[in-house]
T-cell receptor, first 111, second 114 residues
Framework: QQQVKQSPQSLIVQKGGISIINCAYE??????FPWYQQFPGKGPALLIA?????SEKKEGRFTISFNKSSKQFSLHIMDSQPGDSATYFC??????????FGKGTTLSVSS | DTGVSQDPRHKITKRGQNVTFRCDPI?????LYWYRQTLGQGPEFLTY????????KSRLLSDRFSAERPKGSFSTLEIQRTEQGDSAMYLC????????????FGPGTRLLVL
């Protein structure tokens, strides 16, 4: 079964700084890599996703970078804000249509 | 477009009891997924439906678990003879036919088995 390895487990960033979370995958049924944001007691919310016909996708302060040869992708949060404090999950498709999630990164943005 | 809804949001039960959860997907989403999430972990896939057909089940879905989507709209997940290890957040997600890999999650049902 596919595994997705996510790092770091936790991250503390000062307000205005850049948060970087990394993920590595093994094999995929198809190329689609989403990131989800989850606040305590809530379900995961789709943040941004990439299909690797491009190596980078940017939406506002959030950017996904993708490296197919190394099977790695990362999330960059520019100008991090206290409201960004949450747990972030990367995911990759499994053999079917199910997603395999990383273990999550808890981000704390200090003001 | 209302999002995915789940009911109840919280459930406390005693070991050995049966529980049933409901998920209402985003309207016209033909795919519906169930995941389980324990504390400090990412969601883990349980099963998924395309319309009313259950097409894939995870090894995590033991014989005590059953899911249905009888009319291809809402879905139910039943756990029989609950065990303390079943305590978790049960998440439902749905995806549209056109962009099937994009899954939208509901708020989850938090289950506590005493």
């Amino acid at each position: 079964q596919q595994q997705v390895k996510q790092s770091p487990q936790s991250l503390i960033v000062q307000k205005g700084g850049i948060s970087i979370i990394n993920c590595a995958y093994e094999n995929t049924a198809f190329d689609y890599f989403p990131w989800y944001q989850q606040f305590p007691g809530k379900g995961p919310a789709l943040l941004i996703a990439i299909r690797p016909d491009v190596s980078e996708k940017k939406e506002g302060r959030f950017t996904i970078s993708f490296n197919k040869s190394s099977k790695q992708f990362s999330l960059h949060i520019m100008d991090s804000q206290p409201g960004d404090s949450a747990t972030y999950f990367c995911a990759a498709p499994n053999t079917g249509t199910a997603l395999i999630f990383g273990k999550g990164t808890t981000l704390s943005v200090s003001s | 477009d209302t999002g995915v809804s789940q009911d109840p949001r919280h459930k406390i039960t005693k070991r050995g009891q049966n529980v049933t959860f409901r998920c209402d997907p985003i309207s016209e989403h033909n795919r519906l997924y169930w995941y389980r999430q324990t504390l400090g972990q990412g969601p883990e896939f349980l099963t998924y439906f395309q319309n009313e057909a259950q097409l894939e089940k995870s090894r995590l879905l033991s014989d005590r678990f059953s899911a249905e989507r009888p009319k291809g709209s809402f879905s139910t997940l039943e756990i029989q003879r609950t065990e303390q290890g079943d305590s978790a957040m049960y998440l439902c997600a749905s995806s549209p036919e056109i962009v099937q890999e994009t899954q939208y999650f509901g708020p989850g049902t938090r289950l506590l088995v005493l």
